[in-house]
């Protein structure tokens, strides 16, 4: 589990870490029923308090990402449930709902922004 | 030349210690005033102006102390100004000089009457800038090994002292006039030299790194000794007590080697060899007494110039309850004693095996043998002989609670300190002599109102605002307390009462309840280390 | 090992002067088993001595300090056997060498553990042959960290301990602080001016402020809570009357509010006065204490 934690970039730990492990499963660098480091060793590596990455590993586990089992560690979840869904909509409304607020406050028009996200995912489906 | 260097820092070097110096000077001038007003010989006034001088010449050591560095060097903040080497190297050295030849050069012609030649005087100056020189090379780390500082030191003097001698003498002894001089203005130079190579390697920050050669070959040399193989240490007391041992205890007893193995080898000399033996063992008793109260003294630094045994946090926070503290400090300072007390008595009986004038020792033995028997004789040598141990061991623990103590009190507790040792004092030393003393007292009024005004003014002064740094006056109150700490416990000084004036049993009763009396600060070691500890 | 809930640290109402100047002021403060307390404030704000007071240093003249449930000045070896502390300015005897060192300090205490201390030393790239005194800061560092663990102490105790060192010594003090709270019911008292360490590592944060203890709270909560609300006003704005803000920084009619408590009250208060809102954020540690200590508004009243 090769994760790392940026100083300054004003995202709390917890959240980085709950980011970056959604990230590598998404990426198939963590395999379905993996176990992910325990929490002391993973906040030794990061030198970072237990209780922040056993924060992670709550939301994560609340998310459905992961699994606990009592006594063995915890373990990457199959697939994604019907919550997990409607947790990641939700966390996608948020960040819509700034990034609007962000355009807004740039002068950027909601249609520039809608043409905008289509040109970017175009690119994307293209390099891939 | 620009001289604002100059002043800067000689008003930096005066001002360091300036009340101090000053009383100190005005101390040394009332004692030799009332020497000469006693009428007390010229030997008397000469050994106090030696005294003083050393006092004042190792105040002059311009160094950093600081409780938390025991290793001293050139202060470090004067090494980032933008003064050039030699200046820095030559100022402290003159400043101190310049000091000291005028207390020397005042006391000669005022106090003890003796008119100088301008050539005189002025050797007198280059010996002392001289040995400032040195001692200044020594006291900025130019050479990290204690020992060798102070054998070197000790070269310097005895080579500055002969020198003098030559260019003094009027027969053109010794070195010759000339040659003397000669002397003299090379070791000025040469340890300007070495002065100033301290000072460029402090600037240059590898001042005593372990570096060069020569002091990669003196480490070795001396790790061949002392390499120890630590012994098993089973629980905090027993690793406290090893580390006060390899910290302090260690000095005493290697004091009593050097001393005894130079009385030793004086016997080389025929002529010492029948001198009476009973005065060559008056001296090593003498040494011995004096040399004791240093080891079992726990002076929390190596650097005896630092007056207040501060503990560090270090110290403080380690898991030992301040009476098991206070124990492996004792323990030791006993294990030091008794290792000087060994080497006292080897050295005694070798003196006395090897003198060929035995006759004052013969003849105080057969007047005690007349008075009490073999056995009982053969006991009262053995008693004495516990005695002086314990009474010396019990000086040296006075100190090291004196100097605990005098770390936390404040100007009220060391005025009740002090008045209590100097009724201490007048107690012993005068009470048992009853009305003789009286009489001696009216005899010598004058001189001893003077004597009793410098100790006033001594005290005084230890409440002045600059008592916590280095000072001539903490280390004068350090011989000071000493003498007074042997002096009281000194059975010695009892017993020769006791064979003179025939009072046996009050003066030994005296004498046991004064060691008795010395052994309370012991007692109270757990709690003033306490105090020190938890303030 | 002891597992009881009462706390390590039991401070109440703790005064101390020296001479005039007043270096605590009635500081009330219960440490946990199993924390990491962050200890953060301006030098001379009172950190050491509340330090030194816990070690048994200072005794306590006003109010009562209680270390395992004993008076550290009056049990000193009891208490302190179940401590590691790491001073700020190590006075480690210079002479001895580390395995000297190691060897002395493992007769203090009666849960030293010499493997582990091996495997410490090991991990920390020190010279057992060498001595104290030819060691680098960040060696020294090392040294009196391992041998502040290697008797795997209860409450470990860190005063200042990066201060003047490497990246890697800094390190190597942070995973002590990590391994030690995670075994149970260990805490850790780190005092430092490196907030982004303390940010980090710490579940709680103690601010001092001229020997007051002016803010003791979990550290998420120290991190939600302390917000920063750009606004346009033009002329004065009288922020102190929002809730919870305690310091304001004007530049050409923009005003950034520094607020404690909840970001929606001070958005609402600042409505209010008619300013408008153009941003708003939370702050991170280093950012707070800065605001904090060029605030003018003394605490009591921006609380």
Not at chain 2, 9 to 31: D, K, Q, T
Not at chain 2, 412 to 429: D, M, N, P, Q, S
Not at chain 3, 90 to 119: G, I, L
Not at chain 3, 173 to 202: K, P, Q
Request: net charge positive.
């Amino acid at each position: 589990m090769n994760l790392h934690l940026a100083q300054h970039s004003g995202v709390p730990p917890y959240l980085q870490i709950v980011t970056q492990i959604k990230q590598l499963i998404a990426a198939g660098r963590l395999d379905v029923d993996q176990e992910l480091l325990p929490i002391r060793a993973l906040a030794e590596k990061l030198l970072v308090n237990p209780n922040t990455v056993a924060r992670a590993y709550r939301e994560l586990e609340a998310a459905g990402w992961i699994y606990t089992r009592r006594g063995a560690g915890s373990f990457v979840a199959a697939g994604t449930t019907p919550l997990s869904t409607e947790k990641s909509r939700s966390q996608i409304r948020e960040r819509v709902t700034s990034l609007l607020a962000e355009a807004e406050h740039m002068n950027v028009s909601t249609k520039d922004l809608i043409n905008l996200i289509r040109e970017i995912d175009t690119e994307r489906t293209e390099g891939k | 030349m620009n001289m604002a260097p100059f002043t800067a820092l000689s008003w930096e070097i005066f001002g360091r210690n300036r009340s101090a110096l000053l009383v100190s000077a005005a101390v040394a001038a009332a004692l030799g005033i009332g020497i000469n007003i006693a009428g007390w010989p010229g030997k008397a006034s000469f050994l106090i102006l030696a005294s003083f001088s050393l006092l004042f010449s190792s105040t002059f050591g311009y160094v950093d102390l600081s409780p938390r560095n025991p290793r001293a060097g050139f202060p470090r903040h004067i090494l980032v100004l933008p003064v050039s080497t030699w200046t820095l190297a030559l100022v402290p050295i003159l400043a101190g000089a310049a000091f000291l030849t005028a207390f020397v050069l005042l006391w000669l012609r005022f106090l003890m009457g003796i008119q100088l030649r301008l050539v005189e005087q002025s050797a007198i100056a280059v010996a002392i800038i001289a040995f400032s020189c040195w001692q200044q090379a020594m006291s900025w780390e130019l050479i990290r090994l204690r020992l060798a500082k102070l054998a070197v030191l000790a070269v310097v003097s005895g080579l500055a002292c002969l020198s003098l001698a030559s260019v003094m003498s009027e027969d053109n002894l010794l070195l010759g006039r000339i040659g003397g001089v000669a002397t003299l203005l090379a070791m000025m130079a040469s340890g300007y030299f070495f002065a100033w190579i301290a000072v460029i390697r402090s600037r240059r920050g590898d001042a005593g790194e372990p570096g060069s050669p020569t002091k990669r070959l003196l480490t070795s040399w001396a790790s061949n000794f002392g390499s120890p193989r630590m012994p098993e240490l089973a629980s905090g007391t027993a690793a406290q007590t090893w580390y006060e041992w390899r910290v302090f205890g260690r000095l005493a007893p290697v004091c009593m080697l050097f001393f005894c193995t130079l009385f030793l080898l004086m016997h080389v000399f025929h002529g010492v060899r029948s001198t009476p033996s009973a005065i060559e063992i008056g001296l090593v008793l003498f040494t011995f007494v004096m040399v004791s109260p240093l080891g079992g003294s726990s002076y929390a630094w190596k650097n005896p110039q630092v007056p207040r045994a501060m503990m560090t946090p270090f110290f403080a926070a380690l898991p030992l309850d301040d009476v098991e503290l206070a124990f492996a400090k004792l323990r030791m300072a006993a294990r030091s004693h008794l290792l000087g007390v060994a080497i006292v008595l080897t050295t005694i009986v070798v003196i006395v095996l090897i003198s060929d004038n035995n006759r004052q020792i013969e003849s105080l033995w057969s007047n005690l043998r007349a008075q009490q028997g073999t056995p009982g004789a053969s006991i009262a040598v053995l008693l004495l002989a516990l005695f002086t141990t314990v009474a010396t061991w019990t000086a040296g623990a006075f100190l090291m609670a004196r100097s605990f103590y005098l770390a936390v009190a404040d100007w009220k507790g060391r005025w009740k300190y002090f008045v209590g040792l100097f009724a201490l004092l007048a107690a012993v030393g005068w009470l048992p002599l009853g009305r003789e003393g009286m009489e001696l007292l009216a005899a010598h009024a004058l001189p001893i109102a003077l004597a009793l005004l410098a100790v006033a003014l001594f005290f005084a002064s230890l409440s002045l605002r600059d008592y916590g740094r280095t000072s001539p006056l903490a280390a004068l109150h350090g011989v000071l307390a000493g003498f007074i700490a042997v002096t009281v416990v000194s059975p010695v000084l009892i017993w020769q009462l006791n064979l003179s004036a025939q009072h046996h049993w009050a003066l030994t009763c005296f004498a046991i309840a004064t060691v008795l009396c010395a052994m309370i600060p012991i007692l109270r070691m757990p709690a003033l280390i306490g105090m020190n500890r938890h303030r | 090992m002891n597992s009881d809930t009462t706390n390590i640290v039991d401070i109440r109402n703790l005064s101390r002067h020296f001479g005039n100047k007043a270096a605590l002021r009635d500081v009330t403060l219960q440490i946990p088993r199993g924390k990491v307390f962050g200890v953060v404030g301006e030098n001379g704000a009172g950190k050491t001595t509340l330090i030194k007071h816990i070690l048994g240093l200072l005794k306590a003249k006003q109010g009562s300090v209680s270390v395992f449930g004993m008076d550290p000045a009056q049990q000193p070896r009891r208490v302190l056997s179940r401590i590691g502390y790491l001073s700020e300015q190590p006075d480690y005897p210079e002479w001895m060498t580390v395995t000297q060192f190691t060897t002395y300090m493992a007769a203090f205490y009666e849960t030293w553990d010499r493997r582990y201390a091996a495997e410490l030393l090991d991990m920390m790239n020190v010279d057992p042959a060498k001595k104290i005194g030819e060691l680098s800061k960040g060696q020294q560092a090392r040294v009196g960290l391992c041998v502040a663990q290697a008797h795997r102490p209860e409450l470990l105790l860190l005063d200042e301990p990066s201060s003047g060192l490497d990246p890697v010594a800094r390190n190597e003090i942070l995973s002590a602080v990590i391994r030690t709270v995670s075994n149970e019911g260990r805490s850790v008292l780190l005092s430092s001016h490196l907030l982004d360490e303390v940010e980090r590592v710490s579940d709680h944060l103690v601010f001092f402020g001229a020997g007051n203890l002016l803010l003791s709270e979990p550290m998420e909560a120290v991190l939600s809570k302390h917000h920063q609300i750009s606004v346009r006003h033009a002329g004065q704005l009288a922020w102190q009357k929002v809730p919870g803000a305690f310091n304001a920084i004007h530049a050409n009619g923009e005003w950034q509010v520094f607020g404690y408590g909840e970001m929606d009250a001070s958005i609402h208060g600042l409505r209010g006065l008619g300013a408008e809102i153009l941003e708003q954020r939370l702050l991170s540690l280093n950012e707070a204490f800065i605001a904090r200590s060029q605030s003018r508004l003394p605490f009591s009243e921006a609380a």
